[in-house]
């Protein structure tokens, strides 16, 4: 379930719902719309072998809010089926994140593209490893034409990443992005505060 209206639904992900044809409903709709229709492809290839996998995002979706009354409740809930196949790589390997880091980085991609890239490495990482700066672009799709302004575009980002993350451990080195072992963001709460 998506929530009662779509205020609420934006609401939580700290959005204002705004109407006419620029406005943050009508984009967001679209964005949604083309994310549960999207198949999702990882591939891996070495001299050996190659693998891919398809993940369907959603099965079936329903959107039921009006873009001209954002606040007014539904006869149905707008719901989202994830694909059998995605559902299960979320369950197998779940990786928590914040939702408040992710209001706080949503004006930055790049940022919330390495947020979540960084929790998900750190929840497996067990030694230091240097991430040179052409396979991190790949892995979070930047596309610039020289590898010096993706990396001055990324040490900005990783330094909003920061004040959201304060517990990642990492240097930006000339030869890449160095990672230390470090707990995923969501968790790392100490025991007194969780309950």
């Given at each position: ?17 705004t ?62 089926t ?86 990642a ?27």
């Amino acid at each position: 379930m998506l929530g009662p209206t779509l205020s609420r639904f934006m609401g939580d992900l700290g959005l204002v719902p705004t109407g006419g044809r620029w406005g943050s409903i009508p984009r967001l709709q679209a964005q949604l719309r083309k994310l549960f229709a999207c198949r999702v492809y990882c591939t891996f290839d070495d001299r050996r072998s190659s693998l891919t996998a398809a993940l369907e995002v959603a099965s079936e979706y329903q959107l039921w809010w009006d873009p001209k009354d954002p606040d007014q409740a539904t006869l149905w809930q707008s719901s989202v089926t994830l694909g059998e196949a995605f559902f299960k790589q979320i369950i197998d390997h779940p990786v928590p994140i914040d939702k408040a880091a992710l209001r706080a980085l949503k004006r930055s991609p790049l940022a919330l593209d390495l947020y979540v890239w960084m929790t998900h490495r750190f929840s497996y990482l067990d030694r230091a490893t240097v991430i040179p700066w052409a396979a991190l672009g790949a892995q979070v799709g930047a596309d610039y034409a020289e590898r010096r302004f993706f990396k001055r575009k990324a040490a900005a980002a990783l330094a909003r990443v920061l004040t959201v993350y304060p517990e990642a451990r990492f240097e930006v080195s000339e030869r890449g992005l160095l990672l230390r072992p470090s707990p995923t963001h969501v968790g790392t709460l100490p025991a007194a505060r969780r309950s």
